[in-house]
């Protein structure tokens, strides 16, 4: 069984869920703050000791085309440093349109009942990640 994490990287907030191979799914875990002139390493660092995974999913901003989005060079470039922080492999995954499906979600699980408080811009950062590691697991046999 392989423990792993999802990143959903932002220069406000990094979303971040956990899943395992043995189940192939993925669960919100936690959205740490961050900020877009010094990533939140202190909080990343924390996470990865205490989750200890055996590889990190990252989700790559692309344009509805494929083409670069205004944050690809950002988040290739945390890739490049996340890799200083951990050792094992970090994979990338598409993440278009996961923030939306995941507002989506959670603005139908609202009107349904089903969450009962304000959705806030942390959940859906946190399921977005949740959905970038789902995919990655959906398409890796």
Avoid: Y
Avoid at 49 to 57: E, F, H, L, T
Avoid at 63 to 90: C, E, M, W, Y
Avoid at 99 to 128: C, N
């Amino acid at each position: 069984m392989n423990t792993l994490l999802g990143i959903d990287f932002g220069l406000k907030r990094i979303g971040i869920a956990t899943g395992q191979t043995l189940t192939c799914s993925a669960t919100p875990l936690t959205t740490l703050p961050n900020h877009a002139e010094h990533t939140n390493w202190d909080g990343l660092d924390k996470v990865l000791k205490d989750w200890k995974p055996d590889a990190i999913v990252l989700g790559l901003p692309l344009n509805k085309d494929g083409s670069d989005h205004a944050l690809t060079k950002q988040v290739r470039q945390f890739r490049d440093t996340l890799g200083q922080h951990f050792s094992g492999p970090i994979h990338w995954q598409d993440e278009r349109a996961s923030s939306r499906e995941a507002e989506q979600s959670l603005t139908s699980q609202r009107a349904s009942g089903d969450l009962r408080r304000k959705v806030k811009k942390e959940d859906i950062d946190q399921l977005a990640a949740a959905l970038i590691l789902q995919r990655w697991l959906n398409k890796t046999p």
